[in-house]
């Protein structure tokens, strides 16, 4: 069957790199030097200018395809993800690792594996037979993970997430640092007597403690044992973690500040306070952690919180792999740990006087 009349004319007026070479003066393959990257050495800075206006005045841009098969490569990285269609952060970390992947002329392929181990091996033997340039590995939450097979066979690099072996490069939060300054954010507004609500036997749950701890030790305070309780990471495990350290209990016996292993604890902790006629801040400073989109900044008082760095991991593993493909060689095996940013709001203040 023919080709419409508008299809035939549109592939008719596509401009190719030949009409560029013909409106800028020049050759052929003084063009394709501009737009393989072997201009440097080859043409003048004034050819070189000449003709990427002339390309700009065509609207005309290289045939990806063509390109990458001189080059080896396909300009395109993978990202595959444990649950990506479910997280509340994925977004963030997508836009960074898509945006940085975009300006080095790369697209990105996206597979959310929904955490089925079969799943992950199939997506990346997919990618692979795609030829894509490397893939990064991504995880909603923070664990030291079995990678897929045949993340052997091309650059990697793992983002929230470590690998059981530590054999691939990771880039991961600053969860102890981010621990610290969550407490640093209660011990600076003069509180001393602190609890901590929330979390599980997780990465994250115990590295968060152990700034917590820090920054206790640093201040000169001692942590009550019964005032640190993992009851989970849902907004139900901070409504009940809350009551365990306040409900029937004095105010000047109870925790005057509390961390929270997340926002959705720390929303059950202001349900809790609110439900005990605790007022927050007045008596009660309430710390987040995540600072979770659409949510932190909509409680009731705003949340203070300290804000998992999503899109900046996003970011670095695509600039880590990127920079892989670029030298041909594998990223180094090593951990980057990114910091957590406080984000302060309205729901600590000072301790209530005695």
């Known amino acids: 069957m023919d080709k419409p009349d508008s299809e035939d004319a549109s592939a008719r007026e596509r401009p190719t790199s030949k009409d560029v070479a013909r409106l800028a003066g020049v050759s052929h393959t003084a063009v394709s030097f501009v737009f ?26 290289p045939n990806a395809v063509a390109r990458g098969l001189r080059r080896r490569r396909t300009a395109v990285i993978g990202l595959v993800t444990d649950h990506i269609a479910s997280s509340p952060f994925a977004g963030a970390l997508l836009r960074g690792a898509m945006e940085t992947a975009w300006n080095e002329e790369h697209l990105v392929l996206t597979v959310d594996s929904t955490g089925d181990p079969a799943k992950e091996e199939a997506a990346v033997a997919e990618l692979l037979d795609r ?74 749950s115990s590295e968060r403690l152990r700034g917590l701890r820090d920054a206790a030790r640093g201040a000169g305070l001692e942590l009550r044992k019964d005032w640190i309780v993992r009851s989970g990471g849902e907004i139900s495990a901070g409504y009940d973690g809350a009551l365990k350290v306040l409900d029937g209990v004095a105010s000047q016996e109870r925790p005057t500040g509390i961390v929270c292993y997340n926002d959705r604890v720390a929303a059950g902790v202001l349900h809790a306070a609110a439900r005990l006629g605790i007022d927050v801040p007045g008596e009660l400073s309430v710390v987040g952690y995540d600072d979770q989109e659409h949510m932190a900044g909509f409680l009731s008082p705003p949340l203070t919180t300290v804000a998992l760095p999503h899109r900046a991991m996003g970011e670095t593993a695509a600039r880590l792999l990127l920079d892989a493909i670029a030298a041909g060689s594998a990223p180094a095996a090593e951990v980057l740990s990114l910091e957590c940013p406080v984000v302060g709001r309205a729901s600590v203040g000072p301790p209530p006087g005695p």
């Open 131 to 204: 030829r894509v340039d490397g893939i990064i590995y991504a995880a909603m939450s923070l664990h030291r993970t079995r990678l897929p097979q045949g993340l052997d066979r091309t650059f990697t690099v793992l983002a929230n997430c470590l690998p059981e072996n530590g054999s691939r490069a990771a880039v991961i939060p600053a969860e102890r640092a981010g621990g610290r300054a969550a407490a640093r954010l209660l011990i600076d507004a003069g509180h001393r007597r602190i609890a901590l609500v929330g979390g599980m036997g997780d990465i994250a």
């Open 36 to 61: 393989n990257g072997r201009a440097e050495g080859n043409l003048s800075a004034a050819t070189q200018d000449r003709i990427r206006k002339a390309a700009e005045q065509l609207d005309y841009r």
